[in-house]
C-alpha cells in the first residue's frame, strides 16, 4: 500500500512539472516574416523613384525579390481561406 501511495504522489509531482506541447499544421511563424518584408520591398518600390538613386538595377533588384513573395503571399492568403471552410 505504500508503494501504490509513494507511486501516485510521484506522478502527481511529475505530471505538475511536465510541459505539453502540441503541434498544429499550418502556416509557421515565417509567413508574418514574409509579409513584413513584401510590405516593405513594396514601400521601397514606391518611395525609391523619386530619389537619385532609382535606376533599372535597383528597379529589377527589387523586382526579384518582390516576385516570389507574392506568389508566397497568395498561397498564404489560399491556405488561410480555405482553412475557414
Known amino acids: 500500500m505504500a508503494t501504490l501511495t509513494s507511486l501516485i504522489t510521484s ?13 498544429i499544421p499550418g502556416i509557421s511563424d515565417g509567413a508574418s516574416v514574409a509579409t513584413a518584408v513584401l510590405l516593405l520591398l513594396l514601400l521601397l ?9 532609382w535606376e533599372n538595377p535597383v528597379k529589377a533588384s527589387l ?3 518582390i516576385i516570389p513573395l507574392l ?3 497568395g498561397a498564404i492568403l489560399l491556405y488561410k481561406v480555405v482553412a475557414l471552410f
Open 71 to 73: 506568389f508566397s503571399f
Open 63 to 65: 523586382n526579384m525579390g
Open 11 to 23: 506522478n502527481s509531482v511529475s505530471s505538475g512539472a511536465l510541459s505539453v506541447t502540441t503541434v
Open 45 to 53: 518600390r514606391d518611395f525609391l523613384p523619386v530619389s537619385k538613386y
